[in-house]
């Protein structure tokens, strides 16, 4: 039988990626979190001071791609060439930069080509921004995910504070509103709903609520 794809596409803080994992810990699917991809790219990029605020080394990285392996371990954990960064990816500096990183073409293809390869290796649930629209069009199930800015604000926020980041609401208001401009408007692949999504909202109700509503529909299918 071929492979179940289930995609979750979405803006940032949505909520996206804690229901992928929850569908994948529900079905013991695999749970590919694609933005992790493109934070990884973007670690490199800080590490290797390709990026700053003033510049952005587009070809160097593009000639480093080859000795750049991005993977994900056995527990879901994003890997670069061989060590897990899970939590460095999630630093406010690679979430000021990444989509600046994720809107060149090259670097699209680079995950895209990637993606693909993962969803060949098993069921998974894959949640993005392109994943419905681009890389698995014809996904099994397709999830798009909206909320209230206050309800995204509200878990950013809790999430970086809970790690100790030490962060304002403006910063983080800023940092949603930047890369919702961006992820929206570049020319590859921008944030769509994709054709045949189901729309959910993440509201007051919260996620297991969410969560729910995402496995009675998928539960429908079969
Ligand atoms: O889901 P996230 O916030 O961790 O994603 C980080 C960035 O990566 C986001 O600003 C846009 C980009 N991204 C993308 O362009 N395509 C995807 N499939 C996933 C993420």
Redesign the pocket.
């Known amino acids: 039988m071929k492979n179940i794809i289930i995609s979750v ?1 979405g ?3 949505t909520g ?2 804690s229901l992928a994992k929850a569908l994948a810990k529900h079905y013991r699917f695999k749970h590919i ?7 990884a790219l ?1 670690f490199y990029s800080l590490n290797h001071k390709l990026i700053d605020k003033n510049h952005f080394d587009i070809d160097t990285l593009v000639s480093h791609l080859p000795t750049i392996e991005i993977d994900f371990s056995s527990d879901d954990y994003v890997m670069l060439n061989g060590k897990i960064i899970e939590h460095e ?2 630093s406010m500096e690679v ?1 000021n930069y ?2 600046i ?3 060149e073409s090259l670097f ?1 293809k680079f ?1 895209v080509t990637k ?1 693909r390869e993962l969803g060949k290796r098993g069921n998974v649930v ?6 419905g629209s681009v ?1 698995f069009p014809d996904s099994t199930i397709k999830f798009y995910i909206e909320a209230s800015m206050e309800v995204r604000v509200k878990r950013r926020f809790l999430e970086l504070t809970q790690k100790n980041v030490d962060i304002s609401l403006t910063d983080v208001i800023s940092n949603i509103e930047n ?1 919702d401009h ?2 929206s408007s ?1 020319d590859d ?1 921008p ?1 769509v709903i994709p054709k045949n999504a189901i729309v959910l909202t993440n509201n007051e109700e919260g996620l297991s609520h969410l969560i729910e509503v995402a496995i009675s529909k998928i539960d429908s299918l079969f």
């Open positions: 596409d803006a940032s803080s996206k990626s979190d694609s933005g992790a991809m493109y934070r973007t990816v999630r979430s990444v989509s990183v994720a809107k699209r995950m993606q894959m949640d993005g921004r392109d994943i890389v890369r961006i992820d570049r692949s944030l």
